[in-house]
Every structure is written in C-alpha cells, then in structure tokens.
C-alpha cells in the first residue's frame, strides 16, 4: 500500500480501570440461549413422516444428460454469446488437433523423453520445430484445417525435436534472431536448420 495516502487512526487508549470493569460487567449474566434446544426439531420430523417429496423419482432439467447436449449443440458456433465470427487462428486449431499431439509424442517416444540438448529426462519436455511451424505453414500456403492436416512437411518426425523447457526457450531465440538477420539482409528462408547453425 502506498505511504502517505492512507492515514491510520489510533486506536482509544482505555484506562485500566474501564478495561478491568468490562470484563467484570459480563458476570453473573445469563446467556440468551441457555435451555434453548437447538438442532432437528422432534415436532417437524413427525409431521413430515410418510409424506412423498414432491421430486422424487424425477429427472430436473438441468441435471439429465439428454439436457445438457441439447443445451451444447444450441450454444454451438454462432448461436453462442461468444462468437465472433469464426476467427480462431487456424495455428491455434492446428496445434490443438489429434494429429499434432500425436506428431509430438512420436517425437518423445523417439527421443526417449529426453532433452535432446541438456540430457535432462525427469523434466518438463516439448517438442520443438527445428524448421519453424509458422515458415512451413506460409511455404506450403496453408489456408485451412484440411490444407494442414494433409500437408506431410508439417508432420514429418525428422522436423520435431525434445527439448526441456529452458532449452526450448533458448531455440526459440535463436530461430527469431536469426530469422530477423536473414530478412534484413534479404536471404531466402528455406532451411532454417543451416541457417540456425551459423550463430
């Protein structure tokens, strides 16, 4: 909290008389709720015994199953309150698909769920793109779902490689600076391995 906006009050300062006498005040009283039984109340139960409720053995709305999946396709696409349009990224679509998780653990399983860089294999691994996932995307012209999910550069195991998380991060910055130098100086990105390797 800044210092100088709030100003904090004293607290009263009591006598000790006053603070002796509160204390001695409460004595001899006696509580409100002494005799009082608190707890299920004998007279209701036997009221209510043999009496049916009046939703037993029906099925409510919100909690059946059949409910719940109408409900979802109604609030599907462009009948839901959060549609925009369709505009989620086609990378964003991509990289949530069966196929990509199944090209990533193919990769681990090759690479033994070790960090191909460091050795470490009881860490948090990923599967890194030695050529860059958005560069094959813009050689192959890839404008829908189907074009990537046809598309074999984008799948094939000899482009993926583990590496933990710290290592990945490295790479990252790597592929981005060295993609930068080759734009600046006007150099063709087709192998971003060989052009990765020149640091």
Request: aromatic share 8%; hydrophobic share 30%.
């Amino acid at each position: 909290m800044p210092s100088g906006i709030y100003k904090h009050k004293k607290r009263p300062s009591f006598s000790k008389e006053w603070r002796e006498n509160m204390g001695k005040s409460h004595i001899g009283q006696v509580p409100w709720n002494k005799g009082i039984r608190t707890g299920p109340n004998p007279e209701h139960s036997k009221r209510m015994k043999g009496i049916v409720p009046w939703n037993k053995g029906k099925k409510i709305g919100p909690h059946t199953q059949e409910w719940k999946e109408l409900m979802s396709k109604k609030m599907m696409g462009e009948n839901g309150p959060n549609w925009q349009g369709g505009i989620t990224l086609l990378n964003f679509k991509v990289r949530n698909s069966f196929r990509y998780r199944q090209w990533r653990s193919d990769i681990f399983e090759r690479d033994n769920y070790t960090c191909q860089e460091c050795g470490k294999n009881k860490c948090w691994i990923e599967a890194h793109h030695i050529k860059m996932f958005s560069i094959i995307m813009k050689e192959n012209n890839i404008k829908s779902f189907d074009d990537a999910i046809t598309c074999e550069e984008l799948w094939n195991l000899n482009n993926g490689i583990t590496l933990c998380k710290e290592c990945h991060r490295i790479e990252n910055k790597k592929q981005m600076i060295n993609n930068k130098n080759a734009i600046k100086n006007g150099v063709a990105i087709t192998d971003i391995k060989s052009i990765n390797s020149v640091e």
